[in-house]
Nanobody, 123 residues
């Protein structure tokens, strides 16, 4: 599975962005997909994950209600809708694929990674 994240950019505080994770590979629809972010000098941080069918999601507590993850297996794409952004959300955002059907928060549990997309939120 190859992943490519896109949709990042510069947005003002309070604004929204929708990130996309486009995947290639016939088995994409069987993977759990997660979104992570990494700010300069900080560890990679789990944000959200979605199961293979798209009917179960998991969020980090601090972003419940603010971020929304979804997937379109027909288009082999996973989305992360981010609302009410603050400067604290500035980071490089990554999508990752996990063969396991269970939700994981640890980056090392994921098998494939995209290249990341920069999100910058100005105050």
């Amino acid at each position: 599975v190859q992943l490519q994240a896109s949709g990042g950019g510069l947005v003002q505080a309070g604004g929204s962005l929708r990130l996309s994770c486009a995947a290639s590979g016939r088995t994409f629809s069987t993977y759990t997909i997660g979104w992570f972010r990494q700010a300069p000098g900080k560890e990679r941080e789990f944000m959200a994950a979605i199961n293979w069918s798209g009917d179960n999601t998991y969020y980090t507590d601090s972003r419940k209600g603010q971020f929304s993850i979804s997937r379109d297996n027909a288009k082999t794409t996973v989305f992360l809708q981010m609302n009410s952004l603050t400067p604290e959300d500035t980071a490089v955002y990554y999508c990752a694929a996990d063969r396991s059907p269970y939700f994981h928060r640890t980056p090392s549990d994921y098998d494939y990674w995209g290249q990341g997309t920069q999100v910058t939120v100005s105050s």
